[in-house]
C-alpha cells in the first residue's frame, strides 16, 4: 500500500472510492514514462540484468514507472518513480530475495534518474554475487 493511499486511510477514506476520489490531489508522476518505457522495452541491461515492467501498483500509483530487474529468470530487484519525491530522489531501488550481505552493500536507495537508480542497484548486486562466491545468470 502506498504511502498516499494509508495517509488517506488515517484521514477517514476508508472505501477504495473514497481513495480514489483523493487521486486528483496526488502530484502526478512524471511526464517522461512514456518516453522510459520506450527505452526501456525488451532492451537488455549492462551487468547482465534485464529490466521488466511490473504490472503491479494501486490505483494511486497508475501511471508511475515501476520495473522488477531480473538475473535471468530470478527477481533480485525493484525500481520504481516516487510520486512527488524531490528530483534528486525521484527514483527508489531495492533488491529483494537475498539473505545475508556483505558489509559494505546496500540493500536499498534513492536516484536522480532511472539509469543511475540501476547503476547503483546493480553495482550493489554484483557486490553480493562477489561476496556469495557466485557469478551473474544469462537471461
Excluded at 486511510?9 to 472505501?15: D, E, L, M, N, V
Excluded at 476520489?21 to 551487468?47: F, K, W, Y
Excluded at 540501476?118 to 557469478?135: D, I, M, Y
Aim: glycine fraction near 10%.
Amino acid at each position: 500500500m502506498s504511502r498516499a493511499v494509508r495517509k488517506m486511510k488515517r484521514a477517514g477514506a476508508t472505501s477504495l472510492r473514497a481513495i480514489r476520489s483523493h487521486l486528483n490531489a496526488l502530484p502526478p508522476c512524471s511526464e517522461e514514462n512514456t518516453e522510459i518505457d520506450r527505452q526501456v522495452r525488451g532492451r537488455e541491461q549492462s551487468m547482465g540484468l534485464t529490466l521488466r515492467p511490473t504490472g503491479i501498483g494501486s490505483a494511486a500509483d497508475k501511471g508511475c514507472t515501476d520495473y522488477t530487474l531480473f538475473s535471468g529468470e530470478f527477481a533480485v530487484g525493484r525500481i520504481y518513480e516516487e510520486r512527488g519525491a524531490p528530483a534528486d530522489l525521484k527514483w527508489f531501488w531495492a533488491i529483494t530475495g537475498i539473505f545475508g550481505t556483505p558489509a559494505d552493500m546496500r540493500m536499498d536507495g534513492h536516484a536522480p534518474t532511472l539509469e543511475s537508480a540501476e547503476a547503483q542497484l546493480g553495482e550493489n548486486w554484483r557486490k553480493w554475487l562477489a561476496w556469495a562466491k557466485l557469478t551473474e545468470i544469462e537471461g
